[in-house]
């Protein structure tokens, strides 16, 4: 975090089914432990004794696969880190003021609380439940430390789920989604297909797609209701095959202009006349 406040501008690359999903990796890394247990240790409860530190159900807990020298060497020897200390003070604060998730640690920080090399699949369970929460509530809590101006999400199709989903990934999307005047930019080179026959709607129907995908770019269910109206409108016209083509322009401009308010289409550099990409600078 010190070396990112150093710099003007900061590139950080993300990949969706890590950083955001912890439920499908809810163990982690093992840094990511060290880490977890070096801010929650001030908690009185996470303590044990001194002399019997090694001991404690916390650090037990989030041994997960590690072997038991090393990540204890690791768990101890992190800190050393020079974590943040506002961060660390906020993350603690998030845990204690979530009730539940804090019930939830110390009642497996008990079950933990002796070394046991062949654990019940119960506590098995609670243990990475317990973790990926923790991951997740921490994720969130550094979102503040990003201070994101522009989110780019390329060949967004492969993770259209974060962006109308309800799980902790959909969620610590959102959050960065929605940080305080950031700017959210979806990249794709796949573009939707146009017509879809009866036996592929199943599997392959991409109009709902095109209007979820509306609905996060416009954020206003009216101006979604508008654009569907016009899609279905120009549909019509198409298939009506009538003489009133200045009406039909009408609406097919209209179309165009709502879309553009959200999104553009650009060509490779070798393929427009111009050599400009469908693209115009200006001042």
Not at 236 to 255: M, V
Not at 259 to 282: A, G, I, K, P, Y
Request: hydrophobic share 35%.
């Amino acid at each position: 975090v010190r070396s990112l406040r150093k710099n003007k501008v900061n590139f950080i690359s993300l990949t969706p089914g890590t950083a955001f999903d912890h439920e499908r990796s809810r163990g982690g890394h093992a840094d990511e432990r060290a880490i977890l247990y070096q801010i929650l240790w001030p908690l009185p409860w996470a303590r044990g004794t001194r002399k019997k530190r090694h001991q404690t159900g916390l650090l037990n807990m989030l041994q997960a696969t590690s072997g038991q020298k090393n990540w204890r060497n690791l768990a101890h020897n992190a800190a050393g880190w020079q974590l943040d200390h506002d961060l660390s003070v906020a993350f603690r604060r998030a845990v204690l003021e979530d009730k539940e998730l804090y019930q939830r640690l110390k009642e497996c920080c008990w079950q933990f609380k002796r070394y046991k090399k062949n654990i019940p699949s119960q506590n098995l369970e609670l243990r990475y439940s317990l973790i990926g929460e923790l991951r997740s509530k921490l994720a969130l809590v550094c979102l503040s430390a990003l201070k994101p101006n522009l989110v780019i999400l390329d060949e967004f199709q492969r993770f259209k789920h974060l962006l109308d989903g309800s799980d902790n990934a959909s969620e610590l999307a959102t959050a960065l989604f929605e940080y305080p005047d950031v700017r959210v930019l979806l990249l794709s080179a796949t573009p939707y297909k146009m017509f879809t026959l009866d036996q592929e709607t199943d599997e392959d129907d991409h109009y709902p797609d095109f209007i979820k995908t509306l609905n996060f770019l416009f954020n206003d269910p009216g101006k979604v209701t508008a654009v569907k109206n016009l899609l279905s409108e120009h549909r019509n016209a198409i298939h009506s095959c009538t003489t009133d083509s200045e009406r039909h322009s009408g609406k097919k401009t209209q179309l165009e202009q709502m879309l553009l308010q959200v999104m553009c289409r650009t060509e490779r550099v070798s393929t427009t006349l111009d050599h400009n990409s469908m693209l115009t600078e200006l001042e």
